[in-house]
């Protein structure tokens, strides 16, 4: 038995849409039929991929806003609320890194790190789900990570905000199931992205070995799962943290 997700009459938001894993989540979403709605700080950046996008679906619309802005994320949802009339998808994928060992990570650095990830999670998702329970229907898949599950040298902040987004979408997921409403998170293993690029290879090398899989993730790997979450097929998933790491558990 094979399938096809099909998306088409279905409206996105994907937070950090327009690089990266998200790039690859708006891509993969329009190709389903999704109309997609890319949120980023960086119009530049949304700039120089527009006609990549475009060559997929023009069903897409842009929005430069600050996830960590409470309130220009409102201001933002209400705008597509406005043009759209419904939001059936929310894509958290907006994320930072900034690195360091605990004892010299500044406060900036930490807060930060907590303001993008899991911060700008709550601000767009109370706002969205506000719509999605008048319409008793809605799907929430938040971009976690393996470190939020078993933390990492390093990466204090980053793991506590990565951890923060998985209790979040559990408690989301008991408290609107009810209302029709399904909240899971992806937890991506190691992914190719621009700052991974930078690695030497002997450190990519060294990575693979403790991949069985024998290679680093490609951004349609997470993405792939995310349109699975979206469709019908996963219809009874509801609260769990879906591992898409290569079969790597460090």
């Known amino acids: 038995m094979s399938f096809c997700i099909e998306l088409t009459g279905k409206t996105a938001i994907v937070t950090g849409g327009s690089s990266g894993i998200g790039l690859s989540i708006s891509q993969v979403l329009l190709n389903a039929g999704a109309r997609v709605m890319i949120i980023d700080i960086d119009e530049k950046r949304f700039i120089s991929v527009k006609d ?3 060559k997929i679906s023009p069903e897409f619309d842009f929005y430069e806003a600050d996830i960590k802005n409470s309130e220009k994320i409102s201001e933002t949802v209400q705008k597509i609320i406005s043009k759209e009339s419904k939001i059936d998808i929310l894509i958290n994928n907006a994320g930072i890194v900034k690195d360091g060992l605990l004892i010299r990570m500044n ?7 907590i303001n993008v990830n899991l911060n700008g999670m709550f601000y767009i998702t109370k706002n969205v789900l506000k719509h999605m329970v008048k319409a008793k229907s809605g799907r929430i898949i938040s971009i ?12 204090a902040n980053y793991a506590a905000s990565k951890a923060g987004i998985i209790a979040l979408t559990k408690s989301i ?16 293993g190691f992914i190719k992205t621009i700052m991974t690029d930078k ?5 990519k090398d060294a990575i693979k070995k403790g991949i ?3 290679r680093i993730g490609e951004p349609y790997d997470i993405a792939n799962a995310v349109l699975f979450l979206c469709s019908e097929l996963s219809g009874y998933i509801t ?5 898409v790491n290569g079969g790597m558990y460090m």
């Open 173 to 188: 997921a008991k408290e609107y199931a009810a209302r029709g409403i399904l909240a899971n998170a992806i937890a991506p």
């Open 212 to 214: 069985p899989l024998n």
């Open 107 to 113: 406060d900036e650095d930490w807060l930060d790190v």
């Open 199 to 203: 690695l030497p290879e002997d450190v």
């Open 239 to 243: 609260g769990t943290v879906m591992n």
């Open 52 to 54: 990549e996008i475009k």
């Open 144 to 155: 976690a990570s393996v470190i939020g599950e078993i933390g990492n040298a390093g990466q």
